[in-house]
């Protein structure tokens, strides 16, 4: 344990140190109680100080978009797999994580958004539950990808208000089709109660898009993936949410699910504040090549890619710090650039900017430590050490 658990005030010494705005080099950073309190050239010689050695000091990584891991899925809606998600995201630098859900049964679908709003409130022993994502049910079947069409519904008030009372608080996230909806105040509706409306797994053209962002919606649900693509004449779901200004897009960084040429041009189209690097993985993630489910879905997973029976892609097993290294060397974003996206944009995303997401003072003290291979040695969260 690099960290004793009773150790409530201490510095990090690291040879890099990255924050939200550059790198610096051998700098320590003060924790105290849990929150940081100070980052310095200058050690008080009565605290304690971790030594890191040629160790990079990172934000910890948050990931918006996770199904599963290690065997378990959030649609098992069981405290269980929860823990042991929770526990093997710590082992990739990951404090913090939202939910996902898949296409399912309804009753299915409530049960893991109860399971959701218990662990939210209770807390986990890894990373820690930041709310619970809706992706399902409510899709274009041209679209589907790894969703079970057969269990597709409409979108309706009534729906949406069993969905959200089930998760007590936490839903932080919804996608949706816009074409499918009746009215795009059904956005709306929902953005009120404080839920972010993601675009996704939909056959939505340029016009229909761009309606439902001026109606609210945030974003769009893996860029490119699951949804209509560019044509010279028919820019579609993906150029609308690539040419808004304000629209935030999630991006599955593994070289599979994007070219490394269209992954740049999203960075220069969108630039670091408004992608969030997701890794979508499923349960196979941590897990040899074989067959598994996502959610009710049979997938078969060969060579760490996973698919649907009938051949599309079907998430990923793919690990947060692994995805920030990835974009690294295959874009033009700095480093810098790509750990803001795998932890501050998706802290602001989340309206919780101000607590987590970066290293800065008065901030949770959230560090994933990495080494010069870019294998997380250590991850602590609130100050405690999680892996």
């Not at 998430?315 to 290294?325: P, R, Y």
């Not at 800065?360 to 870019?374: C, P, S």
């Amino acid at each position: 344990m690099l960290i004793p658990t009773d150790l409530n005030r201490y510095y990090l010494k690291a040879a890099k140190v990255v924050t939200a705005e550059k790198v610096l080099l051998d700098h320590a950073v003060l924790v105290e109680r849990g929150k940081i309190s100070a980052i310095t050239t200058q050690i008080e010689p009565e605290i304690k100080v971790i030594d890191l050695g040629e160790h990079s000091l990172f934000p910890g990584f948050i990931d918006l978009h996770i199904h599963g891991r290690e065997g378990c899925d959030i649609m098992d809606g069981t405290p269980e797999s929860l823990e042991i998600i929770s526990r093997s995201l710590a082992k990739h630098g990951v404090t913090g994580f939202v939910g996902t859900t898949v296409t399912a049964d309804w009753d299915v679908s409530i049960q893991a958004y109860k399971n959701m709003a218990s662990a939210y409130q209770k807390g986990l022993a890894g990373a820690q539950l930041l709310g619970a994502y809706n992706e399902g049910l409510f899709f274009a079947e041209a679209h589907k990808g790894a969703h079970n069409e057969s269990f597709f519904l409409e979108l309706t008030k009534q729906r949406f208000d069993e969905i959200y009372a089930a998760c007590e608080g936490c839903l932080s996230s919804f996608a949706l089709a816009p074409e499918l909806l009746k009215s795009p105040d059904m956005i709306r509706y929902i953005t009120d109660k404080g839920v972010r409306v993601m675009l996704g797994h939909t056959d939505a053209n340029f016009e229909q898009t761009t309606q439902a962002l001026a109606h609210g919606a945030c974003g769009g649900v893996h860029i490119f993936n699951g949804m209509r693509g560019i044509h010279h004449r028919d820019p579609g779901c993906t150029g609308a949410l690539l040419m808004d200004k304000d629209a935030m897009v999630e991006l599955i960084p593994d070289g599979i699910h994007l070219h490394p040429s269209i992954m740049n041009m999203v960075y220069r189209l969108k630039g670091a504040d408004k992608i969030a690097l997701i890794t979508d993985c499923v349960s196979a993630g941590g897990l040899q090549d074989g067959r598994y489910r996502l959610g009710e879905l049979p997938i078969v997973v060969e060579q760490g890619v996973a698919r649907t029976e009938s051949g599309s892609l079907a998430g990923s097993t793919l690990t947060m710090e692994v995805g920030v290294e990835r974009f690294y060397n295959l874009t033009d974003a700095s480093l810098v650039e790509a750990t803001k996206m795998a932890s501050l944009v998706p802290a602001e995303f989340l309206n919780k900017a101000e607590q987590i997401g970066s290293i800065a003072v008065g901030k949770q003290a959230n560090f994933a430590l990495l080494d010069k291979d870019f294998s997380v040695q250590a991850t602590i969260c609130a100050g405690k050490q999680i892996f």
